[in-house]
């Protein structure tokens, strides 16, 4: 299958994870409700690691939870574990087996604290050594780059943010993100000929903010894999303190700009940018986003579900821009499908 072919099939696979693996969710919900902890460690890496600051985000504004970021390195070079007392430390990763995070999770099980494990790999060791895990159910990927094992560890978070909540509604939210996301793909014309646009660039930064922060992150780790691009990411409010003297004429920077309390803010940057001779390309879901370059979506979901679709946006964007570029996107170079850190 073709990294092509895993970009297509995600409203099926998104659809399987919601109708056969909600009630996996709500249990999982149940059971970390029944837990006595303060805070939330999360340990990722690659992609995975996007899907965590997603989670850190939405898990903080629905669900109150503190969420923070581990750092594998502490628990494997240095030797030097820190303490996880009053934490739920959450691992999460497509294949479960990357050294680094596994030794998180075995460090988090000597302290006693609960521990749950995000993959696509029920036999994986990471789920082994978790007290609970939660199976994304997006099938064998089998293209390099990360697409529906992401948008499905995405939708996990999402569906586990919306089971702790309770609220049907929710559910029913939910329930909409494959249709979205379907919609989106058919936006393919227009997301080539932007992506065709900056096929001679070398370089570019990409902006998001709260709840797509983290699709800026894991639209710039695509492009970097996959078309060879140096691409950086950015909070948009990081952007302001210091790498706004990035900007130049000619600069490409890559926004997302979805309709929220945020868009505001993300829009007046991108003014910002482009009076300084920047070229932007938004992905929103809005008409009034002030790009030079505008990919439209559907504006069926709430703010807190968009970084599902434009992440899809994201990736049909970075295949049409690497084969532009003249490189295979299904045969990325010194990159693998598992890579094993430690």
Not at 66 to 80: D, E, R
Not at 156 to 174: Q, R
Not at 207 to 227: C, D, M, P, Q, V
Not at 246 to 267: K, R, S
């Amino acid at each position: 299958m073709t990294l092509w072919d895993e970009i297509q099939s995600q409203p099926s696979v998104l659809s399987g994870f919601i109708d056969e693996h909600w009630g996996d969710a709500t249990e999982t919900a149940s059971w970390i409700s029944g837990l006595d902890f303060s805070h939330v460690v999360m340990a990722a890496r690659g992609s995975s690691d996007n899907a965590a600051r997603y989670a850190q985000y939405l898990w903080g504004a629905h669900n109150a939870l503190n969420v923070a970021l581990a750092a594998p390195s502490l628990y494997t070079l240095y030797a030097s574990p820190p303490d996880l007392s009053g934490s739920l430390v959450v691992g999460i990763s497509q294949s479960g087996e990357s050294p680094d995070l596994l030794a998180v999770m075995e460090s988090a099980r000597k302290q006693t604290r609960p521990t749950l494990a995000i993959t696509n790999n029920p036999d994986s060791p990471m789920a082994g050594l978790a007290d609970r895990h939660l199976h994304i159910a997006a099938g064998p990927e089998l293209a390099v780059a990360a697409t529906k094992s992401y948008t499905n560890q995405l939708l996990a978070v999402a569906a586990l943010s919306a089971a702790l909540d309770g609220g049907d509604d929710l559910h029913d939210m939910l329930r909409a993100v494959p249709e979205t996301v379907a919609g989106t793909l058919d936006r393919n014309d227009r997301i080539a000929e932007a992506a065709r646009a900056l096929r001679d660039e070398t370089r570019c930064v990409a902006i998001g903010r709260g709840y797509n922060h983290s699709t800026a992150f894991e639209w710039a780790l695509k492009i970097a894999e996959l078309s060879y691009m140096v691409a950086q990411p950015f909070s948009a409010a990081d952007f302001r303190h210091g790498p706004l003297a990035l900007v130049e004429p000619g600069l490409a920077v890559l926004a997302v700009a979805t309709d929220g309390p945020l868009f505001e803010d993300v829009a007046d940057l991108i003014e910002v940018v482009r009076a300084g001779g920047a070229r932007v390309t938004a992905i929103s879901d809005r008409e009034d986003c002030p790009a030079d370059d505008l990919v439209l979506l559907p504006s069926q979901l709430p703010e807190w579900l968009t970084p599902i679709p434009v992440t899809v946006a994201a990736q049909v964007f970075t295949y049409h821009l690497t084969v532009a570029r003249g490189h295979d996107p299904d045969d990325p170079r010194a990159i693998h499908k598992v890579t094993k850190t430690v």
